[in-house]
């Protein structure tokens, strides 16, 4: 009976009487600098009608003259990776980020303020995850170097077409070709030298999901009845096909990675040296790469030739450096800082027992999948086990 008395006493005879709603933005969590508060459009959606306002220094937009009724509310945002850095600290690596918020069937009767919460979405692509170069032993305790490969990860919240991507294996000799000195005085800094250059199809799309994994192997076979350390990569994605005269088994079934360049006539496969260095990065460029310029080592005119990748083109790189009995061989890092802070190897000095190194796992996205340690510096970022299977990242 109090319930009917109570809605007998609501007079909707003004219905239609014009308010306004002012719409209070609150920042991410994750925001722990202060941002610019003003100038963010929010939108107010009420079927077909839609009606926007922009935020004030406050971070209030107000709408007035504003038809009581039930509404939609929302806003959107990009940060540049640098934008994101500054308002929140984190130095995971990134290509930016969307900052969004939305509130659902609202109902708007009398003036009022309304306060959106928004979220930060982080816009990862894809990184070098695993990098399997130690290689193990057979049977006979014959070296077994077939089942090497190497894992890209898509950390972004959306799915990602690699069609195109260019994967680089960096300069490797034990008596470096360039050293970050000589590259400074000869290319100021511009560009990485490369042993070779394989590309995805890009005749195709092929789309790694939110989370999703490609799996770039040398022989796309079961390994594992060859060493218990060895994994199963029949179900990879693309396989460097070998047209040696003692090739690995290839897998007809896998797509072809495509060589693009070898510093070797005779070696068409990913060469990833046991040791180390073993050291990756990938790319995306429109240029013709097959046509970029080489180089000899440094004062030199003979010899072999690494091509020259601008660093500008570089998305992820890892430095991967020698074990010796001396200890990992710091001063021979091919990559610059601002490509990898850091480095990784593995324990063994001479590789064959199974290991291999990869990203840790920092924390989940929204959805549930691993965002992967990524502080551009690999020897916070990577770990080495001998038990990570393909496609995981905790064991």
Known sequence: MSVCMLMSCVDYSDATTETTARIQLLM?????NITELSGHEIIMQQGEKQLSATTDADGVATFNNLIPD???????????????????????VVSGCTVSGSLNSHLIKEEQTIQLSTQLSINRDIIIGK????????????????????????????????????????????????????????????VVLLKQIFRIPAEANHKVPSGGTLLIVNSAI??????????????????????????????PATPALELVYSMYPSISIMNLVGSGPC???????????????????????????????????VIDGVEVLRNKATGVEVGSKRLYND???????????????GEIVYRK??????????????????????Q???TIKPRKYDE
């Open 70 to 92: 039930v509404y939609d509310i929302s806003c959107s945002w990009e940060l540049t990776a640098d934008e994101y850095h500054k308002v929140t600290n984190d130095d995971q």
């Open 384 to 386: 080495v086990s001998t």
């Open 339 to 353: 490509i990898d802070a850091g480095y990784t190897y593995i324990n063994a000095i001479s590789g064959r027992n």
């Open 361 to 382: 796992t920092s924390k989940k996205s929204a959805d549930g999948h691993p965002i992967l340690s990524d502080t551009n510096n690999s020897s916070n970022d990577f």
């Open 279 to 313: 050291g990756v990065v990938i790319f995306r460029t429109e240029e013709d790469v097959s046509q970029w310029p080489l180089t000899y080592p440094y004062g030199k005119t003979s010899g072999n030739q690494w091509v020259l990748l601008p660093k500008r083109y």
């Open 28 to 32: 991410p969590a994750e925001f722990v």
């Open 131 to 190: 990098i399997y170069f130690a290689g193990s032993k057979d049977d006979n305790n014959r070296p077994y170097d077939a089942g090497k490969y190497l894992e890209l990860y898509n950390q972004s919240d959306n799915e990602v077409d690699v069609a195109g991507l260019y994967i680089g294996l960096v300069e490797a000799e034990s008596t470096q070709a360039y050293t970050l000195e000589n590259l400074h005085e000869a290319f100021a800094d511009s």
């Open 222 to 251: 079961d390994h594992s009845p060859i060493d218990a350390m060895e994994s199963d990569l029949s179900g990879a994605d693309f396989e460097a096909k070998d047209f040696s005269s003692r090739p690995v088994q290839n897998n």
